[in-house]
C-alpha cells in the first residue's frame, strides 16, 4: 500500500536492549532494521543530558558561582540513568571496547555513615556498621545469608514461573520474610534501607520471588549490594556515561535506520500475511516482518495491540510504576509465549535472565530477541561469518582490559591471553591467579556457612525462627 514502508525487522525503544537487538541483526545481514524511539535521542533510563547548575557552597554565596564554571556545566554531558559496571558483565564491556569506551574504579574512600534507624547513626568498617548490638548484628547476617541461600535453589532463570515453590513464595513480600526472620528493628531496617536503592520501593511492595530472582540473575544479593568486588565497583570512564554508549551504539548503525521522536501507537497483526503492522504517532505505518519490543512494560499500555495482548502482560503496566528523585551535581569529581508467537519479541533490561534490571542485562535481552528473529531466516553469509570473527576479536580485548583493571574473569581467558595480559599489567595490579585464589578462600569461608541454612520450603512452612 503506498504510504507504508517495509522492512524485515521493527525494533522498538532506543536504550540499551533496543540498540543491542538492531546492532546484532545489522551485524547478522539484516539489511532492512529500523528502529524507532519516542524521545529526540537514545539512551532510554539510561541516557545523558545537561544539568541545570547552579552551585551552593560558601566560595560562591552571593555570587552565583565562578561564571567560566557554569559555562563550563552548561556544555557537560552528565549521566542521566544507570551508573556502574559489575567486573563480570561482560556484555557491557564487551560493547564498550567495541565503540571505544573504558571503564574506571568507582572512589569509594573516606568515612560512609548509615542511619537505618533515626538516631543511631554508625560508621561503616569493611561495609559493617559499628556499634550495633550482637542480636542485630546477627539478624542481619541472618536476612542476608537466607536469602542469598534460597536464591541459590532458582535452577531455571529462563522460565522461573515454572518452579511451583517460586510460584508459591510469590504470594508473600519481601516484607513478609523480613518480619519472619529478624525480630530485630535495627537489623530490619538496615535490610529494608539496602535494597531500597537497588529496587526503587518499599519491602511491603517486592514479591519475595522477585527478590530471588533478581538477586539470582545478578549472581547473589551480596554482589548487587557491594562496591568492591560488586555491582559499583567501576563505571564507564565517560561523563556521559551510558547515555554515552548508547549515543556511540546508535553511531554503528546505518544513518537512515534510526528514526528519532517517533512513538509507537498501534501494533496489529495481519490475517493474510501473518506481519506486523505499526503505526506510529505521527501517521506513518510500517509494515514489519519482526517486531522487537525494547520498551519498559509500563509502557504498554500506551500501545493498542491487536489481537490484544495477553492478560499477565498487561499486568505489567500496572505494577511498574515511575520512581521520583532528583540528580545531585558536585564539582570535580523474555516473557511467556503468546498469540503472536514468532513475530513480535520481546526484550529490555526486565526480560533478562542474567543480571536483570541492569544495562548488560538489557543488551543480554535485545541480543536474545535479535538471535530469535535471526534464527526465522535472517542468515548473514559470509558476512555474517566476518562480523562474527570481528566480535570475537573485540570480546578477547574487552577480556584482557578487564584484567589490566584487576577484574576478575573466573577463568574467561586461555592461559596464553591471560599471560600476555598480565604482561601488560601496571605494577600492582592483581593478576588472574591472585583473584582466583581469594575467591577460592572467599568460597572455603562461605561453605561453612552452608551447614545450618534453610531453604525457601522452611519459610513456606512458617518454621523460620525454629531452624536456627
Known amino acids: 500500500m503506498e504510504g507504508e514502508t517495509h522492512v524485515d525487522a521493527l525494533v522498538v525503544g532506543g536504550g540499551a536492549s533496543g540498540l543491542a537487538a538492531a546492532l546484532h541483526l545489522q551485524d547478522q545481514g539484516c539489511s532492512r532494521v529500523v528502529l524507532v524511539e519516542a524521545r529526540d535521542a537514545t539512551g532510554g533510563r539510561a541516557g545523558a543530558g545537561n544539568l541545570q547548575t547552579q552551585w551552593r557552597d560558601d566560595a560562591d554565596a552571593g555570587s552565583g558561582g565562578d561564571a567560566e564554571d557554569q559555562a563550563a556545566a552548561a556544555a557537560a554531558q552528565n549521566s542521566l540513568g544507570a551508573g556502574y559496571v559489575d567486573a563480570t558483565q561482560r556484555r557491557v564491556l564487551r560493547m564498550a571496547a567495541r565503540v571505544g569506551l573504558g571503564v574506571k574504579a568507582v572512589n569509594n574512600s573516606g568515612r560512609h555513615l548509615v542511619e537505618a534507624v533515626p538516631g543511631a547513626r554508625r ?219 514468532g513475530r513480535l519479541h520481546f526484550a529490555g533490561a526486565e526480560t533478562a535472565t542474567c543480571w536483570t534490571g541492569y544495562v548488560d542485562g538489557a543488551i543480554q535481552a535485545g541480543e536474545r530477541a535479535a538471535a530469535a528473529v535471526s534464527a526465522r531466516g535472517f542468515a548473514g553469509g559470509i558476512m555474517g561469518i566476518i562480523t562474527y570473527m570481528r566480535r570475537k576479536s573485540q570480546a578477547r580485548q574487552a577480556k584482557r582490559m578487564s584484567v589490566r583493571a584487576g577484574m576478575d574473569l573466573r577463568g574467561v581467558l586461555t592461559e596464553e591471553e591471560t599471560l600476555q595480559a598480565q604482561e601488560e599489567a601496571p605494577a600492582g595490579t592483581a593478576t588472574t591467579s591472585e583473584v582466583d585464589a581469594s575467591r577460592r578462600a572467599a568460597s572455603r569461608r562461605v561453605s561453612k556457612n552452608f551447614i545450618k541454612t534453610i531453604t525457601y520450603t522452611d519459610f513456606l512452612n512458617h518454621s523460620t525462627r525454629e531452624n536456627l
Open 123 to 341: 560508621r561503616l568498617v569493611d561495609d559493617i556498621p559499628r556499634g550495633q548490638s550482637l542480636g542485630t548484628l546477627l539478624d542481619t547476617a541472618r536476612l542476608v545469608n537466607r536469602a542469598e541461600i534460597t536464591s541459590l535453589d532458582i535452577r531455571n532463570l529462563e522460565a522461573p514461573w515454572e518452579d511451583e515453590t517460586l510460584r508459591a513464595l510469590d504470594a508473600f513480600t519481601v516484607e513478609d520474610f523480613v518480619q519472619a526472620t529478624a525480630r530485630d528493628e535495627e537489623a530490619r531496617s538496615l535490610f529494608r534501607l539496602a535494597l531500597l536503592p537497588v529496587f526503587g520501593a518499599e519491602t511491603h511492595e517486592l514479591s519475595l520471588a522477585w527478590l530471588l530472582y533478581y538477586a539470582r540473575a545478578g549472581g547473589s544479593l551480596s554482589r548487587l549490594l557491594a562496591v568492591k568486588d560488586g555491582a559499583q565497583e567501576y563505571k564507564l570512564a565517560h561523563a556521559g556515561g551510558f547515555g554515552e554508549l548508547a549515543r556511540r551504539m546508535a553511531a554503528l548503525l546505518r544513518p537512515d535506520s534510526v528514526r528519532l521522536g517517533n512513538s509507537v501507537v498501534g501494533i496489529e497483526k495481519l490475517a493474510e500475511t501473518g506481519d506486523l503492522r505499526v503505526k506510529l504517532g505521527q501517521g506513518e505505518v510500517i509494515i514489519a516482518k519482526h517486531v522487537v519490543l525494547a520498551i519498559q512494560p509500563s509502557l504498554y499500555k500506551d500501545i493498542q495491540f491487536s489481537p490484544a495482548l495477553p492478560s499477565d502482560k498487561l499486568a505489567l503496566c500496572e505494577t511498574m510504576n515511575r520512581v521520583q528523585g532528583c540528580y545531585v551535581k558536585v564539582r570535580r569529581e523474555t516473557l511467556r509465549k503468546d498469540h503472536m508467537e
